[in-house]
Nanobody
Framework: QVQVVESGGGLVQAGGSLRLSCTASGLSFADFSMGWFREAPGKQREGVSC????????YYADSVKGRFTISRDNAKNTVYLQMDSLKPEDTAMYYC?????????????????WGQGTQVTVSS
């Protein structure tokens, strides 16, 4: 049974930083690309970033380019999202998931095995 668990969220002031972690078990982690998504109240879930199996190629939504950095440690079955220069509009529940098909890289429909999420709140 695949389990995905996110952690690292919290309350931070605008301009601050947070590092999210996502650990997956029950699968051959290194065989899958991984993605981070977020969902703000009243808005649809949106793709934030994803990374290829080896970690060599990251992809970012335009809204976070230059501020967020995705990485992974396959030995630890963990993917990270370093978030810097946070803005109030980054406030959302952040989710991690496993990419299962060749659909659009930052489209939620391309992913399965969602975690419960971790809340990020950025105060102004």
């Amino acid at each position: 049974q695949v389990q995905v668990v996110e952690s690292g969220g919290g309350l931070v002031q605008a301009g601050g930083s947070l590092r999210l972690s996502c650990t997956a078990s029950g699968l051959s982690f290194a065989d899958f690309s991984m993605g981070w998504f977020r969902e703000a109240p009243g808005k649809q879930r949106e793709g934030v970033s994803c990374v290829t199996r080896s970690g060599g190629i990251p992809y970012y939504a335009d809204s976070v380019k230059g501020r967020f950095t995705i990485s992974r440690d396959n030995a630890k079955n963990t993917v990270y999202l370093q978030m810097d220069s946070l803005k109030p509009e980054d406030t959302a529940m952040y989710y991690c998931a496993v990419r299962w098909n060749r659909g659009p890289r930052l489209d939620p429909s391309s992913y399965v095995h969602w975690g419960q999420g971790t809340q990020v709140t950025v105060s102004s």
